[in-house]
T-cell receptor, first 109, second 116 residues
């Protein structure tokens, strides 16, 4: 079993819709959690950090469920510019981050 | 601040050739990392460093060597390139938080390497 698992998609969603991604992780001792965004042929960039039960930043909401060992990302009122690959990232309590393989999202006009 | 920079951006090698990829960061970060990214595989950690003069193996270290002689630089070397090393290479850096674990990583723009 992979340490961090994501649905690879692709998710094809009409502009203005709401879309949600889930990510599961294997280690209950995990310390911190992140969502990164990666555009085609570009480097990953931090979208949100998730340190407690969850947080919100504009149209983006991240939630953490430690009991079930998953985190989710909700995007409301999706824009064309939200098209990207979204990476679920977990710190298992050391000097490294573990990356999921990513969920690809395409927003359709 | 330039953040994390990588040179070169693109490179084509022949099998058996050697090269060094350079990563530099100006954020005074303690930790630095080298990843490779292949289609469908996600980011895989090659080597990393928790401080000047220290290096450690990641998930896929074979065929690569690294050095961290200065805090701001992290070099990745391919001694004898193979077609299986065709990939996009990303460098990242992060700061120490507490108890030795890291926080957000900041990535360079990547190096696209093709080995023929």
């Amino acid at each position: 079993r992979k340490e961090v698992e994501q649905d690879p998609g692709p998710f094809n969603v009409p502009e203005g819709a709401t879309v949600a991604f889930n990510c599961t992780y294997s280690n209950s001792a995990s310390q911190s959690f992140f969502w990164y965004r990666q555009d085609c042929r570009k480097e990953p960039k931090l979208l949100m950090s998730v340190y407690s039960s969850g947080n919100e930043d504009g149209r983006f909401t991240a939630q953490l469920n430690r009991a079930s060992q998953y985190i989710s990302l909700l995007i409301r009122d999706s824009k064309l510019s939200d098209s990207a690959t979204y990476l679920c990232v977990v710190n298992f309590g050391n000097e490294k981050l573990t990356f999921g393989t990513g969920t690809r999202l395409t927003i359709i006009p | 601040n330039a953040g994390v920079t990588q040179t070169p951006k693109f490179r084509v090698l022949k099998t058996g050739q050697s090269m060094t990829l350079l990563c530099a960061q100006d954020m005074n970060h303690e930790y630095m990392y080298w990843y490779r990214q292949d289609p469908g595989m996600g980011l895989r950690l090659i080597h990393y460093s928790v401080g000047e003069g220290t290096t450690a193996k990641g998930e896929v270290p074979d065929g690569y060597n690294v050095s961290r002689l200065k805090k701001q630089n992290f070099l990745l070397g391919l001694e004898s390139a193979a077609p299986s090393q065709t990939s996009v290479y990303f460098c990242a850096s992060s700061t120490l938080v507490v108890d030795g674990f890291t926080d957000t990583q900041y990535f360079g723009p990547g190096t696209r390497l093709t080995v023929l």
